[in-house]
């Protein structure tokens, strides 16, 4: 299915092939939700997207939990890793899986507001 030529928005989950990757990155072929704003999305032959992944991490502020739904279209509960932010080519995005819902949205954006430091957390250290 060749997505990229149709209207991609802010809140979608595709399955997205990273490709290749080095150390730490998130790779391969898998789900990713788009975090770039609808406007970019329109005229960009880019967009940001945001790795989701079904393997546990350790509980961070920048995480956000999805329970599969039909809403999402997950297979299995997955993790949203806003500290793996990317800007990838359209024609990396695959097939359409779902959305988040608002609520959820609120939350992705809160945590890459912490990700991207435009948003003050007190330390504890």
Same mark, same amino acid.
């Given at each position: 299915m060749d997505v990229h030529c149709g209207e991609i928005k802010r809140g979608e989950i595709y399955w997205v092939d990273f490709g290749k990757t080095k150390g730490s990155e998130q790779g391969g072929k898998r789900p990713a939700l788009v975090v770039q704003n609808? %406007? $970019?999305n329109k005229h960009s032959p880019t967009? %940001?997207?945001v790795a989701i992944t079904s393997k546990r991490k350790p509980n961070l502020p920048t995480h956000v939990i999805l329970? #599969?739904?039909?809403?999402?279209?997950?297979?299995?509960?997955?993790?949203v890793t806003c500290e793996q932010i990317k800007t &990838?080519? #359209?024609a990396r995005l695959?097939? #359409? &899986? $779902?959305? &988040?819902?608002?609520k959820k949205q609120k939350e992705?954006?809160?945590? +890459?507001? %912490?990700?991207?430091?435009?948003?003050? +957390?007190?330390?504890?250290?």
């Open positions: 609808n %406007i $970019g967009t %940001i997207v329970e #599969k739904d039909a809403l999402n279209g997950l297979s299995s509960d997955s993790l &990838i080519d #359209k695959l097939d #359409k &899986i $779902g959305e &988040i819902s608002p992705v954006n809160r945590a +890459m507001q %912490i990700s991207l430091q435009t948003l003050l +957390m007190e330390h504890s250290c």
